[in-house]
């Protein structure tokens, strides 16, 4: 039965991607990037990953919205409805919400990204919020921008974007564990220290002393003790003073 299921969700997926390439090529690209974001996304953040203005990017969607593959989760998409001049405009302040009308049409529309480029535009995606995010509000937008660089974290080629995305782990595990998101802050830690190299330690010890610190704490926290000796027998290993150790 299991493999029916499968057979059938994969048919499914299929005639569903057929349907979406009959969609005006403009409203194709923004729910290509919209399936990189997720299940539920907002135009503000489809606006600055597609590089389009809110009203661009609305417009770009209508279509998808008329043919119900996406469903508004605010009030402000009725203003369209309600227009039908070229000269409607939406307020940069009017965010709205959308979710896909199922996931199916979410993963027809990914599985319309070409599988060699589909790494590629999750990092762009992550740079592009990246760079749209100030420092103030990092910590409120850190899990959806570090997701989308660990998706696309094989086609990072610089020295400079493997240390931020180290960074951003860290800060992604630390506020996963203070969500008591254990399990989730486990993770983001073992990325950060996937992307360790030799010579990590005496570039910037701070860091990497903290990431090995918070990744023992949140694998204490999910029973991974194994792992946590690991993690605590490279600590000892790299330091010398007792402050450090004594975590």
């Given at each position: ?11 499914v ?7 979406l ?67 409607r ?66 086609q ?81 290993d ?10």
């Amino acid at each position: 039965a299991g493999v029916k299921e499968l057979a059938l969700t994969d048919d499914v997926v299929e005639f569903m991607a057929l349907q979406l390439q009959k969609l005006p090529l403009e409203t194709l690209y923004v729910l290509k990037l919209a399936a990189c974001v997720g299940s539920q996304f907002d135009l503000e953040t489809l606006a600055i990953v597609s590089e389009r203005s809110h009203n661009d990017t609305a417009t770009d969607l209508w279509k998808a919205l008329q043919e119900g593959l996406v469903l508004p989760q605010t009030q402000v998409y009725k203003f369209y409805l309600e227009s039908e001049t070229e000269n409607r405009k939406l307020e940069e302040s009017q965010n709205i919400t959308y979710i896909f009308l199922h996931d199916r049409v979410q993963q027809a529309a990914y599985a319309l990204i070409e599988d060699k480029d589909k790494q590629g535009t999750h990092l762009n995606i992550g740079q592009l919020l990246f760079n749209s995010t100030p420092d103030n509000k990092l910590d409120e937008k850190i899990f959806a921008i570090v997701n989308q660089f660990n998706l696309g974290k094989s086609q990072i080629t610089s020295s400079q974007q493997r240390e931020r995305l180290i960074y951003l782990n860290l800060l992604a595990g630390k506020k996963a564990r203070h969500s008591s998101a254990y399990e989730a802050a486990s993770k983001y830690c073992e990325a950060g220290l996937e992307l360790l190299i030799n010579g990590d330690w005496k570039r910037d010890f701070t860091q990497v002393l903290e990431l090995h610190t918070e990744a023992a704490n949140s694998n204490c926290l999910v029973g991974k003790f194994d792992l946590v000796d690991q993690l605590v027998g490279t600590i000892v290993d790299n330091t010398t003073k007792l402050v450090h150790r004594g975590k």
